[in-house]
């Protein structure tokens, strides 16, 4: 039996092989491409275990793919794996109002999830940008945060149990109903994050909380970069948090206009946008209180209180389309995710300033400056040689800036291709090796989505395929 023919077998009407449909499955949110052989679309868990065993006995590799808007090139499929998508496996298994759970299949989007529970006034908090474009299982494999994460945590703080297909095709659980289980390695925090790596994540059971009753936002202008970052570190001590804040810097509140304008402050260097929530309106009229304060103490010239749910909604959505906004002015972008302490914030902002000069590039820098993630994006169009070459050593210098400032590559991205070279940089050859150890214990053959995470020997940077 040919390939074809086993994985149609084991999933039928479920394996793509034309030409014109393969294609879509070689691209994510990054500037990668690589077209797979195959792409198999099961609907149930024993039928990803079936691949798995076909893949296994072949020697084929394997690439978990949930909707690939992936920021690292996580699903991208190298050394010729299959793409085993897990999008057909979109059913909301269950929410459970008394357990407070919701057991998901892998390839339910967030947003549909967010509305579900909070028609039953539950919610379920991580918010990516690319929430009504990403699935939970992809959520979950790249541990995904969001704007309201500063208050409520990542994915991770809200997965219980996990089903997961093992590389062999053995189907494991792990975790349950419960918020507290120690028994055991915490097997769902290694599968949370290791990026399609280690196995297919079929099925999540995931903690929800009670929707708050209010939500307000609100802005502020500075006219000086780091005074927005100044002002964030002094509203983080001042015993308010804050559901959000994010920083939208000059050039990309520019980019956010020209594609779809809201009346962002364009002669401002800088915007903060506060995101507060909570069951009690007094509590959250005094907490914007407190931020104005603030943030007016730190040069804040403009603060603006949205007035009703629609303005703070057309707000988020204007945060939420800077992504897209920014592939609009350049054919491509190298977005960063770097994530460092609060005491850093104003040093990392003036280093990326300085080495978008050095390199002669454009680098807009946004993101969840209240937990100290930032996302600047290298803009660059990957057709011309000698722009990549000085994009590499921008993103270089970033990534090196990053760790000595105490800060980490990735806060909610993951490594995928777009940061592996620089794994050792970041955790060390020692914690390097403990990562393989695992990877070689739980993938012996080496068939999960190969090329991401571990860099290779002696490879250059990793930005062009
Ligand atoms: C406009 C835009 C905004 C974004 N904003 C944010 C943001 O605010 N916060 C954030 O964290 N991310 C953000 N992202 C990045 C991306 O949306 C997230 O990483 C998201 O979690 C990816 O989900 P996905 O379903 O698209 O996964 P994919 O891109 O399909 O896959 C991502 C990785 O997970 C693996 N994977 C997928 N499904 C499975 C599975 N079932 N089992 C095992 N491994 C699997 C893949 O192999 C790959 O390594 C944004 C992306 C875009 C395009």
Redesign the pocket.
Known sequence: MTLVEALRAAVPDGVLAEAEDLIAYGF??TFYERTPPLVVLPVTTAQVSAVHRIATERRIAI?????????SG??VPLGGSIVLG?ARMDRILEIDPVDRVAVVQ?GVINARLQAEVEQRGLFYPPD???LKQ??I???V??N???ARCLKYGVTGDYVLALEVVLPDGTVIRTGGRTVKNVTGYDLRRLFTGA??TLG??TEITLRLLSKPRFARAATAAFDRIEDAADATTAVMASGVLPAAIELVDNLTMRCVEANSPIGLPLDADALLIFGVDGNDERVLAGDLATIERIVREHGARDVRVAQTDAESERLWTARRSI??ALARRRPNKLGEDVCIPPRALTALIRRVREIAAEYALEIPIFGHIGDGNLHPNILCDKRDAEEMQRVAGAARAIFETTVELGGTLSG???I?LLKKQFMELDVGPETLAVMRTIKDAIDPLGIM?PG?IFPDPGGADAFQL
């Not at 690439?63 to 920021?71: D, E, F, I, Q, V």
Request: no cysteine; glycine share 28%.
């Open positions: 994510d949110g690439t978990p793919r949930a909707m690939g808007s992936g920021l996580g699903a897990v892998a990516p940008s690319s990403s699935a299982g992809g959520n494999a790249e995904a945060g969001g990026e399609g297919t994540i992504s897209p909610e991205h993951g995928g989505n991401k």
